[in-house]
């Protein structure tokens, strides 16, 4: 049997939240400016029970096609039925939703960067030569979770949302890089933050799939990303503090300096 079958497994899921180009304009109407890759992560063995909660909500309220934040919050597309429901129905609902996010057995992860933020930082220094956030979003959250994953004796799947060709090609370089040259950025300013190196990296990382809306767990990212988003902006958000009061966030599991290397990582929030 080999190592990677001998020892217990994660799976990250991953989606991502705006918009990865430094200098797109900002979202009209929106709380923040963010790009933001995150989701949640899972014991591999505990992944059937989350697909049956998941598939069980879904059932309930004869959902057959993805739950998307957005469009939930929203009340759009697929989901502009929700604007006709009663208040008891509409209560029913969201408290519904709420329960599956708390009783599915999983943590939630991210990496959080403010656009504005970013470019003020680098726009100087580096102009047109920036990296796409997308680099460090996931370069940070996959060293994150492999550090996470470590302190659980495990190793890591990492799943993520199909976006387009370039966008997936991307992804699928950054993690090669990760399992052969370690981590991406300058020595002296990564150091404090403990970074695994390459080798380390490569263990723990085991492979990279995509995956598209219609699974379930990418589905149960997605409403995760979100709150992480807007924790950067609006910590009284009721989802947010739902989730905090539950432990269902990585920040919630761990506790002193583990915080400033291995939790959720806010960047660039001047």
């Known amino acids: 049997m080999s190592e990677s079958n001998k020892r217990p497994i994660f799976n990250l899921y991953v989606d991502d939240s705006g918009t990865r180009h430094p200098d797109r304009a900002k979202p009209k109407g929106g709380i923040g400016d963010w790009f933001a890759l995150g989701g949640v992560i899972i014991e591999d063995e505990k992944e059937i029970e989350a697909r049956e909660l998941h598939a069980a909500f879904c059932e309930k309220w004869n959902i057959t096609y993805p739950l998307h934040s957005v469009k939930i919050r929203h009340k759009a597309e697929n989901f502009a039925w929700l604007a006709s429901l009663s208040q008891p129905e509409s209560r029913e609902f969201f408290k519904g939703l709420d329960d599956l996010m708390v009783a599915i057995p999983v943590v939630g992860h991210g990496c959080v960067i403010d656009r504005p933020g970013y470019h ?25 979770s492999a550090k996470y994953a470590a302190k659980h004796d495990r190793r890591i799947r990492v799943f993520v949302e199909e976006t387009d060709k370039d966008a997936d090609g991307r992804i699928r370089a950054y993690f090669k890089e990760l399992r052969s040259e370690g981590m991406p950025f300058a020595k002296d300013n990564s150091e404090k933050y403990g970074p695994l190196t390459a080798d380390e990296l490569k263990f723990r990382l085991l492979d990279l799939e995509f995956k598209r809306k219609t699974s379930a767990m990418v589905q149960l990212a997605d409403l995760y ?17 739902l989730l905090r009061e539950h432990g269902k966030l990585v920040d919630c599991l761990i506790e002193g300096d583990e915080l400033r290397h291995l939790g959720v990582k806010y960047s660039c929030f001047d």
């Not at 580096?126 to 956030?133: A, C, I, P, S, V």
């Not at 988003?229 to 609006?234: A, K, T, V």
């Open 120 to 144: 003020n930082r680098y726009f100087e220094k580096y102009g047109r030569r920036r990296w796409h956030l997308c680099k460090t979003a996931f370069s940070v959250l996959c060293e994150r």
């Open 225 to 241: 990303l979100y709150p992480i988003c807007r924790s950067g902006y609006d910590q009284l958000y009721r989802p947010l503090k």
